[in-house]
């Protein structure tokens, strides 16, 4: 005895994407302010820690290149756009070929009222 009963379809945990929106601009703009704020908080703490470290001179020497270097990298960095997110998206697939409804076979029949 046949039955009409499909098995139930496993239930997917992500919507399907159709789209590959980017992040909105102030998005992107949020994470480049908070990227170039850290970069110039280390700079700071950087150039505080040359001037403590005044008298062990190869010690300031790293302190002191790195607090002028960094504004720089900071800018450099907060002009850049980020890397395209490669991602593992649930993307639509075609159904397979025993879950279509139509026969291949024979092509569709068109009814006239």
Known sequence: MASS???ARPHR???VLITEA???RAEL???RKK???LTMTVRAVSLVLAAVFYQTLWL???FAALGTVLPWI???MANDEPPKKKLDVNR???PRPDRILENPARPGRVIEH
């Open 5 to 7: 009963q499909q098995p």
């Open 13 to 15: 945990q992500q919507p």
């Open 22 to 24: 980017q992040p909105s």
């Open 29 to 31: 703009h949020a994470a």
């Open 35 to 37: 990227r170039y704020v």
């Open 60 to 62: 300031a020497l790293i």
């Open 74 to 76: 900071a800018v450099m």
């Open 92 to 94: 639509y697939s075609a």
